[in-house]
T-cell receptor, first 111, second 118 residues
Framework: SQQGEEDPQALSIQEGENATMNCSYK?????LQWYRQNSGRGLVHLIL?????REKHSGRLRVTLDTSKKSSSLLITASRAADTASYFC???????????FGTGTRLTVIP | GAVVSQHPSWVICKSGTSVKIECRSL??????MFWYRQFPKQSLMLMAT?????????EQGVEKDKFLINHASLTLSTLTVTSAHPEDSSFYIC??????????????FGEGSRLTVL
């Protein structure tokens, strides 16, 4: 990818379980964002975490950021079938204003 | 929330023809719009940054003469795929960042345009 890698590439869980996706990036960043994409559709912004933040919550989402390791994680708690989608991390590099995406994780939540 | 409209949502064309894709921010102004390309089951690759009133900034490896970008107003950017070939078949997605609120914030994405070149 232009910026980083995500793992796992694909994740399949049962409804109600938690889903954790990890993202690693390569350069220093201004912020890191997570997006969701349903198949064949555009992307929807989920959450933004700034480089000076370590953890952020939004509803069932929890994002962590470790700038020393250049990594982030997205946790979706109590997953639902409707959470089935691809999830991408994206970074804004320091001094830049464009967004570079990771490789994505395809999440399948089985009802 | 902010809405970005992308048109057409899908297009099929013959090899050698040109195709224009429009990206409009419907309820906000955007000095900067971004064009991405996405292959099946892959990530989004930034192609270029479209700046209102000036030339687009292309990423390394993206042909400027192949992918013409015009950002004529604060609400409209267009991507023209010139002399399209089958290898140009892809999902093209635009995004925009609202003028208000400063830079580096979230982007709002269009629904994408699926181009198939026969």
């Amino acid at each position: 990818s232009q910026q980083g890698e995500e793992d796992p590439q694909a994740l399949s869980i049962q409804e109600g379980e938690n889903a954790t996706m990890n993202c690693s990036y390569k350069t220093s960043i201004n912020n890191l964002q997570w997006y969701r994409q349903n198949s064949g559709r555009g992307l929807v912004h989920l959450i933004l975490i700034r480089s000076n933040e370590r953890e952020k919550h939004s509803g069932r989402l929890r994002v962590t950021l470790d700038t020393s390791k250049k990594s982030s994680s997205l946790l979706i708690t109590a997953s639902r079938a409707a959470d089935t989608a691809s999830y991408f991390c994206a970074t804004v590099r320091t001094g830049a204003n464009n967004l570079f995406f990771g490789t994505g994780t395809r999440l399948t939540v089985i009802p | 929330g902010a809405v970005v409209s992308q048109h057409p949502s899908w297009v099929i064309c013959k090899s050698g023809t040109s195709v224009k894709i429009e990206c409009r921010s419907l309820d906000f102004q955007a000095t900067t719009m971004f064009w991405y390309r996405q292959f099946p089951k892959q990530s989004l690759m930034l192609m270029a940054t479209s700046n209102e009133g000036s030339k687009a900034t292309y990423e390394q490896g993206v042909e400027k003469d192949k992918f013409l970008i015009n950002h004529a107003s604060l609400t409209l950017s267009t991507l023209t795929v010139t002399s399209a070939h089958p290898e140009d078949s892809s999902f093209y997605i635009c995004s925009a960042r609202p003028l208000a609120g400063g830079g580096n914030g979230e982007l709002f994405f269009g629904e994408g345009s699926r181009l198939t070149v026969l």
